[in-house]
């Protein structure tokens, strides 16, 4: 079953409204979660990196004024696009590192989150 | 700037046929290597993960990894139509986010 829950799976707004999209660990603890965005026929990009207890990481050209990370919990990472644009929309996916076990590196995956802005 | 190369085809396979998908990559400190197969709108889901130069296989799925070519490769045997999809070739380092390729995208005719 899955390990990373990430909701709403898709969801279609307005533009200049905000989206909050969560991303939960199941059954273990996450200190860090990586959130990415897939356009369509493009490949994962990485946003940023949530960390808990402290500010996200951006990567570089992604606005943190935009694009707000809050890791408030060891299970809880959400993304809030603020006055989202036909731009932002995409497939953003969360992502938490495998804690336990023998593959270091690799993560667990939400089911994503499609937006569409109008 | 880390990056991950893949030729993003199409590669088209016959039914049985043997599919071999490439990848190299830039960032010599890489030391975990993935291939993850994502079928349009959905996530990513892992196919093989490999760590040491050499050959891993499980099933059909076959992992091969040139640290000193920075080159990682999957060869898919007795291809079937549901490996239609599209492949992600990752790389990082130990509790660091994952580098992905473009994708390669496989179709398999029956």
């Known amino acids: 079953g899955a390990v990373v829950s990430q909701h709403p799976s898709w969801v279609i707004c307005k533009s200049g409204t905000s989206v909050k999209i969560e991303c939960r660990s199941l059954?273990?603890?996450?200190?860090?979660m990586f959130w990415y965005r897939q356009f369509p026929k493009q490949s994962l990009m990485l946003m940023a990196t949530?960390?808990?207890?402290?500010?996200?990481?951006?990567e570089q050209g992604v606005e943190k004024d935009k694009f707000l990370i809050n890791h408030a919990s060891l299970t809880l990472s959400t993304l809030t696009v603020t006055s989202a644009h036909p731009e932002d929309s995409s497939f953003y996916i969360c992502?938490?590192?495998?804690?336990?076990?023998?593959?270091?590196?690799?993560?667990?995956f939400g089911e994503g989150s499609r937006l569409t802005v109008l | 700037q880390k990056e991950v190369e893949q030729n993003s085809g199409p590669l088209s396979v016959p039914e049985g046929a043997i599919a071999s998908l490439n990848c190299t990559y830039s960032?010599?400190?890489?030391?975990?290597f993935f291939w993850y197969r994502q079928y349009s709108g959905k996530s990513p889901e892992l196919i093989m993960s490999?760590?040491?130069?050499g050959d891993k296989e499980d099933g059909r799925f076959t992992a091969q990894l040139n640290k000193a070519s920075q080159y990682v490769s999957l060869l898919i045997r007795d291809s079937q139509p549901s490996d239609s999809a599209t492949y992600l070739c990752?790389?990082?380092?130990?509790?660091?986010?994952?580098?992905f390729g473009k994708g390669t995208t496989l179709s398999v005719s029956s």
């Open positions: 992502s938490a590192p495998k804690t336990s076990g023998r593959s270091p590196g690799e993560l667990f």
């Open positions: 059954d273990f603890q996450a200190t860090t």
């Open positions: 949530s960390n808990e207890g402290s500010k996200a990481t951006y």
């Open positions: 960032d010599r400190g890489s030391q975990s």
């Open positions: 490999i760590y040491s130069n």
């Open positions: 990752a790389v990082n380092q130990a509790g660091t986010a994952l580098i």
